[in-house]
């Protein structure tokens, strides 16, 4: 056998294990365009990952992370025993309160902001010039200064304005304007609507042509398109990235507590101050803030698991 035969032998061998491999790939299929063309590809079955490529739950255990375990272990149990913690039972209705207050500006400043960002976001992708670049000054200036020079200048700066129209202070708003939160809430709320517009902009924009060509064949309208397609593909898309932002989101609540608003990082400088204290209740309050990140991820991680990543 000549070696020109033994390399066309090859060939048509190989070529013929591409098209099993494709045939594979077809089977699994259930999604085409307008023209018949498939939207998703999946590999084969040999490529892909199994149950049994997962790590296992007794692997966890491993030695290392057994020593790391039980380090922690002593470590809470030293806290426990040799610091001080008389003065918990007196401050827990105060800090209950402000816990409650801290979720409470977390959750509505992340859903306002969500909320702002889905507009911010789409009008980069596919609104007339003007709008995507107001969007994006809009972006990249409350992105590019701190978020306790935006928070001071709206309640120093804005708020000490008020007072000096009437029309305001005889006015249903002025109850509100008075007080202290609205002006954190605002802050909050415009700094990650600034930061979520600019992943929810990439989400957009990641989003397969192929499936709104697909659904603009079906005959769906505009809005349709957008509330079935196109948002929630986007939000799948833009899920971990939204997770790590609710948790900076988070960690942001304590610069309020500059403004006068109590939430638990100023029920702990409270206690600091009250009870000269400086370790213990730093540690509590990395605790809370530990549990509730913790919290958060789980949340997230649960909501991801639920939505189907075929195609993503």
Request: hydrophobic residues 50%; proline residues 7%; charged residues 15%.
């Amino acid at each position: 056998m000549t070696d020109e035969t033994t390399h066309a032998l090859d060939h048509a061998d190989f070529g013929l294990k591409q098209s099993k491999i494709t045939n594979v790939v077809d089977s699994n299929e259930l999604e085409r365009d307008a023209g018949g063309k498939p939207l998703h590809t999946f590999p084969h079955p040999a490529l892909a990952f199994t149950p049994e490529d997962l790590p296992k739950g007794e692997n966890f255990l491993k030695p290392h992370r057994v020593v790391l375990i039980l380090v922690a272990a002593a470590l809470i149990v030293a806290v426990a025993l040799l610091m001080r913690w008389d003065w918990l039972p007196r401050y827990l209705p105060r800090l209950g309160w402000g816990i409650l207050v801290s979720i409470a500006m977390l959750f509505s400043t992340s859903i306002l902001g969500f909320l702002f960002a889905v507009p911010l976001g789409l009008v980069q992708v596919t609104g007339p010039w003007y709008l995507k670049g107001l969007a994006k000054i809009f972006c990249t200036i409350i992105r590019g200064t701190p978020l306790l020079l935006q928070l001071w200048l709206l309640y120093y700066g804005l708020g000490s304005l008020f007072p000096q129209f009437p029309a305001i202070r005889h006015s249903f708003l002025w109850p509100y304007l008075r007080e202290a939160w609205p002006y954190g809430v605002a802050a909050l709320t415009i700094s990650f609507a600034a930061y979520e517009g600019e992943v929810m902009r990439g989400a957009f924009a990641g989003v397969p042509a192929g499936e709104l060509e697909a659904a603009r064949a079906y005959g769906m309208s505009r809005w349709t398109m957008f509330r079935r397609i196109w948002l929630p593909r986007a939000i799948h898309r833009a899920l971990p990235t939204l997770n790590g932002e609710t948790v900076l989101q988070l960690k942001s609540t304590p610069l309020v507590a500059t403004i006068t608003v109590v939430d638990v990082y100023a029920v702990i400088s409270k206690v600091r101050q009250e009870t000269y204290l400086t370790y213990e209740p730093l540690l509590l309050l990395a605790l809370i803030y530990l549990c509730l990140t913790g919290i958060l991820v789980v949340a997230f991680r649960y909501f991801e698991n639920r939505i189907p990543t075929r195609g993503a």
